[in-house]
């Protein structure tokens, strides 16, 4: 046992979880349930969902009169306020055993780039995807799922994988799914303050709606992918492990924002517009809180059988 | 560093494998998209027939023309396309019917700015195209967009006493990106 070193700080073996070698320090970890992340998460949906009705209701009560600059202003700074509750959450519910600062940090804005230099211009400039992708149902998801749940999912999945993912700081399975949420935060923030500058502002109202909607389902999804990722690190895992993984993410990318879409139309009458963006809210909010269930579930019964075994 | 009592496909080849699925889902979203801006319907307008593309709006606006197609979704300037039959005289060249359109954009566009002109073929058939460009502001004054730069092209043809005129109008931005849909539907026309 001992030639074989820990899997995450190299020292010699003495315990294993399957074909992975750990030192009884990492093993410790890589077996710890850390409960401070579900909660943060939960928090962070009740906090985003409470953040959304205060900003909304504040819109309607006080019906402020914004520039176009104040508008994209205000916009922005929408934009950036879910990354900013996560991190509040995160680090409130994760004190006594903390990740990096520097490390959450940088895959957040590591993703904020990949967004920004590589998806963007993909989406707009190479594959222009507002001129086809909404030729007919079919065509919407498919696009959805082949596109843009593909190259989304794969750019978190990179942030996470070709910057921390080999620190010794990445040392439960778990961390798996704080980096790619803050990957995914990262991504959702760009998208956002895309959405607002390219719009020239937004309506406060349903543009809060929109920015939350946003940012819990690409931290959703980016979720998805960081369970992969930290299994693929703890556990030896089979080849399709993480194609799978990723493929799970993408179309789970792809069928929400059709069914978004689908869910917030309503028939178009003299007195009302043509669309409930408070639908793709609560739908939001239920993928958000039910990928963190079974995220958390999942990891539970890892950690058990590990031990188990 | 050997970390595994004996490494996994999974641990050796699992970032390619990512990659590689990737590439895959994006090549078949790329044919996807492909089949999708190639999907096109037939017409039989004025004597002329062709392949338009599928989804986009037709009206017909003005005297003369008889087919006015322009793509459906998205914002600011949408691309169009324009088919136009007029009589002309029976030993009119292609560059004198562009000759007078020149004449005739210029008096309806002020700003209007004729880019190239040169005699082309498509299909075997003689032609004269102009390429220009225009800056479009919406005659809706209660909107608030800011005027856009549209690049257009003209294909002038002669058959007998008539005389075709093919127009493509883009966004400055689109308009390279979409002209090779809108040669398609050139090479299509048959009159």
Redesign the interface.
Known sequence: MA?????VC?KPQTK?IG???FCDEHFETATHQRKGVWRSVWGQVIALVVFVVLVYAAEAFFKPSLGQTALVLAGVILAVVPALIWLAFFYQQDRLEPEPKAFIASVFVLAMLVAAAIWLPLAENV??L???M??DTL?TI??G???V???QE?LK?AAV?YSVYRSAEFDEATDGIVYATAAGLGFATVLNIHFVVANGGVDLGTGVIRIAIVSLAQASFAGITGYFLGR?KFE????????AG??LA?VLNGLFFWLRTEITQSTVTLTSGGSNPWYGLVLAAVLAGGTAALLAWLIRRNIKSALAA | ???????????R???W??????LV??L???L??SN??S?SVAFDSGGVKGQMPA?WVTDLAETGVVLHTT?L???GFSTAYQLEVVPVAGDASPADVASFYSINRAQNLSTVRVLDQQDVTVNGQNGYKVTYAFVDADSDLTRADVPVVVRGVDYFFVAGDHAVVVTYHANED?YE?DFGRFRRFLESLSY
């Open positions: 030639d074989q070193l820990c899997c190299g294993s074909q992975r070698a594959f222009r507002s001129k086809w909404y030729a065509t498919l696009g799922i082949l596109i749940g593909f190259i794969f999945y994988r693929a030896s895992e089979p080849l399709w492990w993480m194609p990723l493929t993408a | 560093m050997d970390t595994n009592k004996k490494p996994s496909l999974g641990d080849y699992s970032d494998a990512v990659i590689v699925v990737t889902a994006v078949l979203g790329w996807l998209m999708v801006q999907r989804g793509e979704g998205g914002s689109n990106a």
